[in-house]
């Protein structure tokens, strides 16, 4: 600090009120949030253990449920956001010595690894190049090769704008070898196909603040009989204390006892994320995704733009959209921000510089934000 800088214990800071830019959220997350989200969000505090809480936790659980297309009863909101619920699923059920197979074909498929080996686990890959999908075969051969306990996917790669195809053959060739399948679907719940208990999913999870529009903070987890019946066998504890889902369990199963304040006005928005999940339904949900994507798609193309993803994994909630030759991602991301209030994002890891990556997620995947989204992009190339 400078010699004549006042330090801030000696005059409080004079903070204007908050009154940040109004954003269209058309990149890899958030989107734009519901109003009816936010409008729950101002409801009073409840106490989270109050008797009315409790009963929303159970809607809230009922709802969850139906947007994963699951039966399971271990469905909760892990408090935090997606990583917390990520972390929940490989910490638990990653045991020191579990071999985990990952995949290499994105920035999410990398966190898979780095936290199954904070987990204790002996992390072995399944190969694609970023910009594709896994190829069944290259799963089969590295089950086989490799025998694992847990095999991660990534649904939908946020990084990458792909989706991974044939989820039921990829799970079916891991029970055939005796792993568990673990999905992230932070990029597809509620946006994208995506079926827990018909494609035999063992364990997904998801963030609110993708397909869901709605605030991070509260994020979605399933977990079946057997892999909860694999996190209630383990030897050692898991890492965590926070996201020991035997310990998670007194709060979310029947007891409903105090393990730590529940995030109450993220559970609200979530809640009434859901309601509107349930309201629209969830087929037809991803029929507008599809819809509205579809138009998107449509019009970058018009304007001589190539889609990264061929259609069979083409990501309807995450479009890449390849960058002109000689362009530069960063200051056309910048000119839509300036000039539209628009916000899509630049690629990552393999693909930065390559793509550009447009959301059409939720509350985000409406008409108007579609020709929005595609003015601004056109007239910030012109
Ligand atoms: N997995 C995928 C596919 C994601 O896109 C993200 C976030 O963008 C995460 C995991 C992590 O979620 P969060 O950033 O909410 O912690």
Redesign the pocket.
Known sequence: MGENATSSAEAAPAVAELDPPNRTLMG??PSDVHPRVLRAMSTPLVGHLDPSFVELMDEVQDLLRYTFRTDNEWTIPVSG????A?EAAFGNLVEPGDTVLVPSNGY?GD?MASMARRAGGDVVTVDAPWGEPLDPADVESALAAHDPDVFGF?H???STGVLQPDVPVLTEAAHDHDAFVVA?T??SLGGVELRVDDWNVDVAYA?P??CLSCP?GA?PLTLSDEAMAKVLDRETDPRSWYLDLSLLEGYWGDERAYHHTAPITNVYALREALRLVAEEGIEARWERHERLASALKAGVEAMGLAMNAPDAYWLPSLNAVCVPEGVDDGAICDAVLEGYDLEIAGGLGDLAGEIFRIGCMGHAARPENVVLTVTALGDALA
């Open positions: 890899p997350g956001t997606g990583s917390a990520m999410f966190r990534v939908a790669e946020t992230d932070v990029t963030g603040q993708k991070p994020s």
